[in-house]
């Protein structure tokens, strides 16, 4: 059976206005990953809409959702206010929670950017509800004191070339308590525009959330 395709939405409120969204879901899903988006990307996204569609193909449930509405993605300021993204991404997985297709999947969320941040401080609030975290070229370090508290295993995917950012991410899986790797892809930059490097996102991505995220009625 084909995967079933639609547009979701989540509303903010009477004057905040509604957040637009995709979810996937395949015949039988093993498990449910919601992708945070972040520094000014959106549900658009052809690395996130790639590694989404990889997701997809392994069995699993997907939501590609902007995080601001047009007008607040006006403002560059909102792609890093890592609060209001992560409350974002909270009420994000508790639509998804209430609705009868996907409230008993088990959630993991997939971070980019500034979204890796509002994930992990979003999966704190969520506490066991959150299974797991794929970060992509993540700013983990932008969650602040939040790492300490994060339960859910991590995985953290960063490219060879970027240098910044991978310093970032060991300094930010240092701090964290959970079950936390660090996957180096070689010769890749920040946006894994290399050949074969958003693949190779897409692998790790899936087998991380199979690890994690499969129950054991799917997990076969």
């Known amino acids: 059976m084909p995967h079933t395709v639609e547009d979701w939405t989540m509303p903010l409120g009477e004057e905040e206005g ?14 449910l990953v919601a992708f945070v988006h972040g520094s000014g990307s959106s549900r658009l996204s052809p690395r996130n809409r790639f590694v989404a569609d990889a997701l997809g ?7 590609l959702f902007d995080l601001l509405t047009a007008a607040e993605a006006e403002d560059r300021r909102n792609v890093f206010d890592i609060p209001r993204l992560a409350h974002r ?20 969320l997939f971070g980019a950017s ?21 970060s992509r070229g ?19 995917i960063v490219g ?9 991410n060991r300094v930010a899986a240092a701090e964290m308590r959970c079950t936390v790797e660090l996957i180096v892809v070689p010769r890749a930059s920040h946006l ?13 991505a899936a087998a991380w959330f199979r690890r994690w995220l499969a129950t ?4 076969s």
């Open 160 to 168: 060879a070339e970027d240098a910044d950012v991978l310093a970032l």
């Open 18 to 31: 509604v957040l637009q969204g995709t979810l996937r879901l395949p015949p039988v899903p093993r498990g």
């Open 138 to 156: 993540g700013r983990p370090d932008l969650a602040g004191d939040a790492l300490a508290f994060v339960r859910a295993p991590t995985l953290l």
């Open 89 to 108: 991404t909270a009420a994000a997985c508790t639509t998804l929670r209430r609705d009868p297709r996907t409230a008993t999947l088990p959630l993991g």
């Open 114 to 134: 500034t979204g890796a941040a509002a994930s992990l401080v979003a999966a704190t609030a969520l506490g066991d509800a959150v299974r797991a975290v794929v």
């Open 57 to 63: 193909d392994a069995g699993f449930a997907t939501l």
């Open 216 to 219: 054991s009625e799917t997990a």
């Open 192 to 204: 894994f525009e290399e050949p074969g490097a958003l693949e190779a996102v897409a692998r790790h």
